[in-house]
T-cell receptor
Framework: DSGVTQTPKHLITATGQRVTLRCSPR?????VYWYQQSLDQGLQFLIQYYNGEERAKGNILERFSAQQFPDLHSELNLSSLELGDSALYFC???????????????FGPGTRLLVL | AQKITQTQPGMFVQEKEAVTLDCTYD???????LFWYKQPSSGEMIFLIYQGSYDEQNATEGRYSLNFQKARKSANLVISASQLGDSAMYFCAMREGGGATNKLIFGTGTLLAVQP
């Protein structure tokens, strides 16, 4: 158990709908990351938050948005869903990166999204 | 751009034997970090081992060791005394960015099957 929790574990929805994925980081971790794992794109970084602020953005679609709340949990919102958004969505957390240091990211169990 | 290459889509190994999973990387950064993660069929991403670019010794964690050859830009994972539970997908990853940005880029993975 990594200490990172994600809900729900599975989500089935229809095209055009909107869903919210939730993540709670490990106790004390200020950084939260979202990744998408799909068969055709592999594992891709979406977005990073640090202590409530956006720090880095990857190949995140405009239909997707995220935020990190004062209690450090994070939500990833996916709207106008398409079939191609079906994937495993991971949240990860890490300690505050130090200069020159690459802090290990610990992953949650993932949310498996199926868009029909 | 930074890139991780895993050239072995799949591998077989006999139980109790050692196996090496290949990973090469491309970066122009002087400071970087390399990670290996394990993804069993259940889907979660499990952190195995980390190697910093300035670390002089190869990283080891129990049965896992990282054969780091900086000049060749390779970071191969060695699993000694394979166990049936080692059957999984293995991903090599590199930290991209500096400072508080800590996103990971992943290779395409190697599927390891341990045979009794």
């Amino acid at each position: 158990d990594s200490g990172v929790t994600q809900t729900p574990k599975h989500l089935i929805t229809a095209t055009g709908q909107r869903v919210t994925l939730r993540c709670s980081p490990r106790s004390g971790d200020l950084s939260v990351y979202w990744y998408q794992q799909s068969l055709d794109q592999g594992l891709q970084f979406l977005i990073q938050y640090y202590n409530g602020e956006e720090r880095a953005k990857g190949n995140i679609l405009e239909r997707f948005s995220a935020q990190q709340f004062p209690d450090l949990h994070s939500e990833l919102n996916l709207s106008s869903l398409e079939l191609g958004d079906s994937a495993l969505y991971f949240c990860a957390s890490s300690e505050r990166p130090t200069r020159g240091g690459a802090k290990t990211q610990y992953f949650g169990p993932g949310t498996r999204l199926l868009v029909l | 751009a930074q890139k991780i290459t895993q050239t072995q889509p799949g591998m077989f190994v006999q139980e109790k034997e050692a196996v090496t999973l290949d990973c090469t990387y491309d970066t122009s950064d002087q400071s970087y970090g390399l990670f290996w993660y394990k993804q069993p069929s259940s889907g979660e991403m499990i952190f195995l081992i980390y190697q910093g670019s300035y670390d002089e010794q190869n990283a080891t964690e129990g049965r896992y060791s990282l054969n780091f050859q900086k000049a060749r830009k390779s970071a191969n994972l060695v699993i000694s005394a394979s166990q049936l539970g080692d059957s999984a997908m293995y991903f090599c990853a590199m930290r991209e960015g500096g400072g508080a940005t800590n996103k990971l880029i992943f290779g395409t993975g190697t599927l390891l099957a341990v045979q009794p």
